[in-house]
């Protein structure tokens, strides 16, 4: 069972322009969520969270917006950059389990010249 | 700077071998993890520990064991490798506060079963 899904695998984004990730959860009791980003040969490298009783964090040029009613939130990057390819990761959490996350699917994201 | 390390950065093995993944952080964090990446399916949790000689089962903890005898080092254990244990796996800690505190991973280690 996929409590978080990253239903586009990969997006593909002009340099200047918005990149959106989404994500999708089933867990209702996750009360923060994060993203990661992850480069080839590298590990995961936290990028931006946001608690369950906000409905956006940001974070430069990184936003992450959450909406409970639909257990979906997204990650905005404005604008994107070449060194902002990358696979990213939202992850749910629940608080007091000892940062245990679950992850979603991953989307890779390419921003072309 | 916060530092998860894990000790190979590939490995080959052949199936039926007995497999350990060390990992080691200098970060003092109590909480410790092991994930495997798979395309397609993600990150998912195979152990974790938060104290020394704890552990608890993740998702998939089948086929895996581990270890953790100081607070620094953390082992995943593969008792008798199989080629469905391909994988990229990826060690992470985290403090223990809150609860909310983000994971720290090394740079993974790309396991090939044969």
């Known amino acids: 069972d996929q409590q978080v899904k990253q239903n586009s695998p990969s997006l593909s984004v002009q340099e200047g322009r918005i990149s959106i990730l989404n994500c999708d959860y089933t867990?209702?009791?996750?009360?923060?969520f994060l993203w990661y980003k992850k480069y080839p040969a590298e590990g995961p490298t936290f990028l931006i969270s946001?608690?369950?009783?906000?409905d956006k964090n940001e974070d430069g040029r990184f936003t992450v917006f959450l909406n409970k009613s639909a257990k979906h939130l997204s990650l905005h990057i404005v604008p994107s950059q070449p060194g902002d390819s990358a696979v990213y990761f939202c992850?749910?959490?629940?608080?007091?389990?000892?940062?245990?996350?679950?992850f979603g699917t991953g989307t890779r994201l390419q921003v072309t010249l | 700077d916060v530092k998860v390390t894990q000790s190979s950065r590939y490995l080959v093995k052949r199936t039926g071998e007995k497999v350990f993944l060390e990992c080691v952080q200098d970060?003092?964090?109590?909480?410790m993890f092991w994930y495997r990446q798979d395309p397609g399916l993600g990150l998912r949790l195979i152990y974790f520990?938060?104290?020394?000689?704890?552990?608890e089962k993740g998702d998939i903890p089948e086929g895996y064991s581990v270890s953790r005898e100081k607070k620094e080092r953390f082992s995943l254990i593969l008792e008798s490798a199989s080629t469905n244990q391909t994988s990229m796996y990826l060690c992470?800690?985290?403090?223990?506060?809150?609860?909310?505190?983000?994971?720290?991973f090394g740079s993974g280690t790309q396991l090939s079963v044969l």
């Open positions: 970060m003092d964090h109590e909480n």
């Open positions: 867990n209702s009791m996750f009360d923060y």
């Open positions: 946001i608690s369950s009783i906000k």
């Open positions: 992470a800690s985290s403090l223990s506060g809150g609860g909310r505190e983000k994971l720290f």
């Open positions: 520990s938060y104290d020394v000689k704890m552990k």
């Open positions: 992850a749910g959490g629940v608080t007091g389990t000892a940062s245990k996350l679950t």
